[in-house]
């Protein structure tokens, strides 16, 4: 399956016949996450697709030492290493373990699906070359054809598509790929698109997205093997703490009438803060307030809702026009993806916990950042029962701030969970505190 170098650029379309333990699936899954957190990173930073944000994913796949994926992204026509087999086994399974994992959740899959075809395009930009791209789209047999410029009768209509200074150009019809004719970027005629090389890649991309998606649907109603559940579950858990900032929670119930109740009894003690500071002060420092706006949009905050919630926070020192003028309101639209780039990555416990703070700061981790005393005092506002206050203090002196976040969580819902991520504390909390937040149609259900 895998002797040739087109392999490092595999469409992941059958199951490898290879026999694999549960601790290499294990393995296996953790290192395909470790490419994810860098592809997520690199969306955060740089815009998607773009030059910049590729070099930023090949070089972490450097520094981070994944030997697997490094050889995938060093491969030659004439010559493969002697672990070539092994790494496109693993990177197979890894494609299907986390399609199985990802089906589970609509919106994982989404996710799944924009990093893999991330990681599609970085293969194929390094290893298909425009001498091989040919051979490759044989090699995967998908339904486009290559045609001679000479036997077409309407060249002189290429010319402005910049297709006709070149000697072939590609086919395949229309329905194929309905968006490079939406943007106007090929000639369509008689039902067929006519496109250069360099737009096969699109074509590809649309391709694989609907051959994925078709099998997200098969995995979603799949049954799941009684030894691999436990990693399934692992492996599901993992992935959506680390794709909090992708994902898109419209029917979330945070909203602008509930978010007091919400920030007092479901919010980590680092939102809670940035909210009751917002609240005295009629402000919020920048780094503050991306932390905040941010964690509200992927805690379910609609748009509207939230600029008229920043706005009404910010009225007693700055008006409508103020508010503008200072660009508060360009700068909260930028950070909901109304503004400049589109998507926005909260940060997670561990990245909080180890930021350098000013001595205006009022963001960053409570638990890591706060005096003892200053602690303390926040936790009894915050209604903490005394012995949950000791328990607190006592992981923080130890410096086990996420330990310490957990017993806040236990004192707030009464479970136990070692926190992560703000937008995972939410969640759970809200899971906990569901009386709170039942749609009205749930009270009408025929028995």
Request: aromatic content about 14%; proline content about 2%.
């Amino acid at each position: 399956m895998y002797h040739e170098f087109y392999s490092a650029v595999y469409p992941y379309s059958e199951v490898p016949k290879t026999l694999i333990s549960l601790t290499n699936i294990r393995y296996i899954c953790e290192r395909r996450l470790k490419l994810y957190s860098i592809i997520n990173k690199a969306n955060f930073n740089y815009k998607p697709y773009s030059v910049e944000c590729k070099h930023y994913i090949i070089n972490n796949i450097w520094s981070e030492g994944l030997s697997n994926f490094i050889v995938l992204l060093n491969t030659t026509v004439c010559i493969l290493p002697q672990n070539w087999d092994d790494c496109c086994i693993e990177d197979n399974v890894g494609h299907i373990f986390l399609a199985l994992v990802s089906s589970r959740d609509h919106q994982l899959s989404e996710v799944f699906i924009n990093f893999e075809m991330q990681w599609f395009q970085i293969r194929f930009e390094e290893n298909i070359s425009d001498d091989t791209i040919d051979n490759y789209l044989n090699f995967i047999g998908v339904n486009i054809e290559k045609v001679s410029l000479q036997a077409l009768s309407f060249k002189d209509l290429l010319l402005q598509f910049d297709i006709a200074n070149i000697c072939n150009v590609y086919r395949t019809h229309f329905s194929e790929v309905p968006d490079l004719f939406k943007d106007r970027k090929v000639l369509l005629k008689d039902g067929f698109l006519y496109f250069s090389k360099k737009y096969v890649i699109d074509y590809l991309k649309n391709y694989f997205i609907k051959s994925w998606k078709k099998k997200l649907k098969i995995l979603k109603f799949s049954k799941i093997d009684e030894r691999i559940r436990d990693i399934v579950d692992e492996v599901f858990h993992s992935f959506k703490e680390l794709t909090y900032g992708a994902r898109d929670l419209e029917y979330s119930p945070l909203h602008i009438n509930n978010i007091d109740s919400h920030a007092n009894n479901l919010f980590p003690l680092c939102m809670l803060t940035l909210h009751k500071n917002m609240l005295r002060n009629s402000h919020l420092p920048h780094g503050a307030r991306t932390q905040y706006a941010i964690f509200l949009k992927n805690a379910g905050m609609c748009y509207e809702d939230a600029m008229t919630y920043f706005q009404n926070s910010f009225s007693a020192k700055f008006d409508e026009e103020a508010f503008r003028k200072k660009r508060y309101f360009y700068y909260f639209s930028y950070c909901f993806g109304k503004e400049g780039r589109t998507v926005h990555f909260p940060e997670s416990c561990d990245n909080i916990i180890s930021r350098v703070l000013s001595t205006n700061d009022v963001h960053g981790c409570p638990f890591a950042h706060y005096d003892s005393n200053v602690l303390k005092a926040c936790l009894e506002e915050s209604s903490i029962q005394e012995i949950s206050i000791r328990d607190i203090l006592k992981a923080v002196s130890n410096q086990q701030y996420k330990v310490a976040c957990s017993y806040y969580l236990h004192d707030k819902v009464g479970v136990s969970k070692v926190i992560a991520h703000p937008n995972s504390y939410y969640d759970i909390a809200i899971q906990h505190r569901g009386a709170e937040i039942l749609d009205i149609e749930d009270l009408f259900v025929d028995d």
